[in-house]
Structure formats: structure tokens, C-alpha cells
């Protein structure tokens, strides 16, 4: 670690800025640089626009397609673009862009929501992942800073006058409990759009109620993000006032799909499952999970078996997860009531930051075949 350090700090000298660096580490543990690019997000001042990869890089593991990146882009400005905002106080960028086939987010506004109370850390603490280090830096030497409340002034503005909230489930206690009702909604979406396509005019039909789904899927998933962060790191900062560990409370409610995903390779592995099997119930997915023509498992089952095979001499995952899922459990009973209510909410929305995206990835295959199909 310490010489894969030294080596990505000649690197950046060399280049003269920070750098994001790809590597790898041969057998005999030589140390190669595939490629490197400036870091995601940085600013050489407070004044210019900030772009990062932080949240949307995840979803983008692949390059994006021109066309692929313009369907979800569409619906992702709808939600949360503030033209008038960024336009008066922002720079005038917009919200989201693609630069060189990586999707990127404008986190130019962030560092005018921050705050940081006397003596304490900036807050929301997880906006500040959005920003360059050394603004964070600055920011935390700081012994207290206000907000920018022309910037908030303008948002919550722009909110009433266009009745914002009426394009979210914006209630961070109900939204969670939306999520079951619309996975139905989309199953059934899902096995009524199956028929074949058989003119341009069925395809362009498809493709809109593809977009439509979608815009509906967003609703959802852009408040569990945002209320899971925040209720997530209101449940940290409490436990470690109590002096008790987040890692063994902060877990999903439940199993999650992505785990019985997890469950089924390890027993593909040691054929106990059957690849056909899998594939129906899996192969809508990539690893590259809102790339819309990424490959898909259907569509390539050699990454399937790669996959089952790094877990041939793993330990029996349901096991593990189960046991994990029933401690934490335990633990979080033992709590007190208002505290548990808290964590309770966290741990839903942990939940679903694997299972929207699970789901999700249904409806881009469903997306992408009939792209392919047009």
C-alpha cells in the first residue's frame, strides 16, 4: 500500500494535478498503472463548477453510450436540475453531463448548503463527499460557518412555485413504504411488455412506457437516497455518542436480493444450481447497472461463471448472512424506543439502496432489447 502511494504521488507530480489511477499487481507483485485521468472532483478555486463522479460513477461502471446516457439523463434533470438557481448563483451549469463517456454530476451547489456548527463537523456530512478535499479541508478549520441562504432562498422558490414535492415520495418516514406497492406495479409492467415487437410503431410505443417507469422508479429512488443518507448518518453520530459500534446496528432489514443473487453463484459454483435457472431470475443483470446498453448476464453467462467461481472456496454465504441479519436484530431490540425508531428507518433504507437497484436493472433490460429491437 505504502508503495502503490509513493507511486501514485510521482504520478500526479509528473502530471501536475491530482489523479484518479487504474493498477493492478501482477504475481510477482509488480505494480502496473493501466491508466489515469484527473480525480473526479476537483476545483482549483470556490468560484468554479464542481464536477464529480461520487454517487452517479457507481451506476456507470462502463462507459455510456451517447444514447443510453441521454434516456436516463432526461429524467435525472427533470428531478433535479434548478436552471434559475444555477443560473443566478451556480455559474449556469447544468445539473448533470457527459464528458468523455463518464456521467457526472454539477456539485457546484453543495458547497452553498453546507454548514458547519461552532466547533462541530460540516453537515450534512455525506454532501461533503461531493466536494474536492481540499474544500472540505478549509471548510473543517473553519470554527463555524452559515449556510448560503440566497442559494436555499432560491431552491425553496423555485420548490413552492412549481409544487416540487409533487415529483418525489418526498416523506422520509413514508417513502420506504411506497417501494413494495411500486415493485408490483413494475413486475407486472414487465410481463405485459414480453409480446413481441413486430413494427417501428409498437417499439417507439414501448420505449415511452419504458420512460415513463422509469420517471415513476426515480420518484422513489431519489428520496430513499437522500432520507437514507441522512437517517444513516443521524444513527452513526448517535451511536457513537453512545459509544457503541454503527457497523453491527446499520445493516438491511432484511435479505436483500443482491444477497440471494450472492447465495445462488456460491451454489452455482458447486453445481447445486442450475445456470438456466439463474439466468432467468438474474441475467437482467450488469456491472454496470444503470448503463442502459451495458452487457447484460443473459447476454454474456462467461461473466456469470467467472463470478460463481471466486466464490468456490468461500464459506456458505446464506449462513453468514443470516446469522448477521438475526444479531443485528437482537442488538437493535436492546436499544432504547425513540432510538430504535431511528435506526429501524435506517436499516429500511439501507434495504432498499441494493433492492431499487436490483429492480431497476429489469426495467433496462426490458429498455435496452427493445432499443435493440427498433
Known amino acids: 500500500a505504502i508503495r502503490l ?30 491508466q489515469t485521468r484527473p480525480i473526479s472532483a476537483v476545483s482549483n478555486s470556490h468560484t468554479e463548477t464542481i464536477w ?12 455510456a453510450t451517447q444514447l443510453g446516457w441521454e434516456e436516463i439523463q432526461e429524467q435525472i434533470e ?62 473543517c478549520s473553519q470554527f463555524a460557518k452559515s449556510p448560503d441562504w440566497k442559494v436555499y432562498g432560491s431552491i425553496l422558490q423555485t420548490t413552492f412555485e412549481e409544487k416540487r414535492w409533487e415529483r418525489f415520495r418526498w416523506n422520509p418516514i413514508s417513502n420506504w413504504a411506497t417501494w413494495p406497492e411500486f415493485e408490483r406495479k413494475l413486475e407486472d409492467f414487465i410481463s405485459n411488455h414480453t409480446s413481441e415487437i413486430n413494427n417501428i410503431e409498437q417499439a417507439k410505443e414501448r420505449l415511452q412506457a419504458c420512460r415513463e417507469m ?59 444450481r ?38 468456490l472456496h468461500q464459506s456458505d454465504p446464506q449462513i453468514r448472512d443470516c446469522q448477521l441479519l438475526d444479531e443485528c436484530k437482537e442488538r437493535t431490540s436492546q436499544l432504547p424506543v425513540a432510538t430504535r425508531f431511528m435506526i429501524h428507518i435506517a436499516q429500511k433504507y439501507l434495504y432498499l439502496r441494493e433492492e431499487q437497484r436490483f429492480h431497476f436493472e429489469k426495467l433496462l433490460w426490458l429498455w435496452k432489447q427493445t432499443w435493440m429491437t427498433l
Not at 437514507?228 to 448517535?238: E, K, V
Open 52 to 63: 464529480t463522479r461520487n454517487f452517479i460513477g457507481e451506476r456507470w461502471m462502463v462507459p
Open 5 to 34: 502511494s509513493q507511486l501514485a504521488l510521482r504520478c500526479e507530480r509528473k502530471i501536475g494535478s491530482p489523479q484518479d489511477v487504474e493498477w493492478i499487481i501482477d504475481n510477482e507483485n509488480t505494480i502496473y498503472f493501466l
Open 214 to 272: 422509469c420517471h415513476e422508479y426515480l420518484k422513489i429512488h431519489i428520496g430513499s437516497v437522500i432520507h437514507g443518507n441522512l437517517f444513516f448518518q443521524g444513527s452513526t453520530w448517535w451511536l457513537r455518542e453512545e459509544d457503541l459500534d454503527p457497523h453491527l446496528y446499520l445493516r438491511s432489514a432484511q435479505i436483500t436480493s443482491t444477497q440471494r443473487c450472492n447465495w445462488d453463484l456460491w451454489k452455482l459454483a458447486r453445481n447445486q
Open 78 to 139: 427533470y428531478l433535479i436540475a434548478y436552471p434559475e438557481t444555477s443560473k443566478r448563483y451556480l455559474g449556469g451549469d447544468q445539473a448533470t453531463r457527459l464528458f468523455e463517456g463518464s456521467p457526472y454530476l454539477n456539485a457546484t451547489v453543495f458547497r452553498h448548503l453546507l454548514f458547519k456548527p461552532p466547533g462541530r463537523e460540516p453537515s450534512p456530512k455525506f454532501l461533503t463527499e461531493m466536494l474536492p478535499p481540499d474544500e472540505v479541508k478549509s471548510l
Open 274 to 311: 442450475n445456470l438456466d435457472t439463474f439466468l432467468s431470475e438474474y441475467g437482467h443483470r450488469s456491472e454496470s447497472s444503470w448503463a442502459l446498453f451495458s452487457e447484460r448476464w443473459n447476454e454474456n453467462p462467461h461473466m456469470v461463471k467467472k463470478l460463481s467461481q471466486t466464490m
